[in-house]
């Protein structure tokens, strides 16, 4: 069974940066399409960022330009490097495959943009 931890949130001023680390066991990350997703509350987790196992980005359009997703297959951890960040971007951070077949969810890390 695969598991994730999420790290690397935190409470941050509009416009600052943070780099948020999803460490797996149990099976390579380096195999699968990974994801970041973001919940708030009352509303459905949605994807922010995703990279395929040959390394193709995506981005949803809040994200682009900001956001970078990235591998170090040695550690076996995904980050998300997330710069300028506004209040919106305000949630729990989860990581999981992108697409299908999902493992089951990690505690995830909070993520507040606040002055």
């Known amino acids: 069974q695969v598991q994730v931890v999420e790290s690397g949130g935190g409470l941050v001023q509009p416009g600052g940066s943070l780099r948020l680390s999803c460490v797996g066991s149990g099976s390579k990350l380096s195999i699968y399409a990974m994801g970041w997703y973001r919940q708030v509350p009352g509303e459905q987790r949605e994807l922010v960022a995703g990279i395929t196992g040959g390394g193709t980005k995506y981005y949803t359009d809040s994200a682009r330009d900001r956001f970078t997703i990235s591998r170090e297959n040695a550690e076996n951890t995904v980050f998300l490097h997330m710069n300028s960040l506004k209040s919106e971007d305000t949630g729990v951070y989860y990581c999981?495959?992108?697409?299908?077949?999902?493992?089951?969810w990690g505690q995830g890390t909070q993520v507040t943009v606040s002055s």
């Open positions: 999981n495959r992108y697409g299908h077949n999902k493992w089951p």
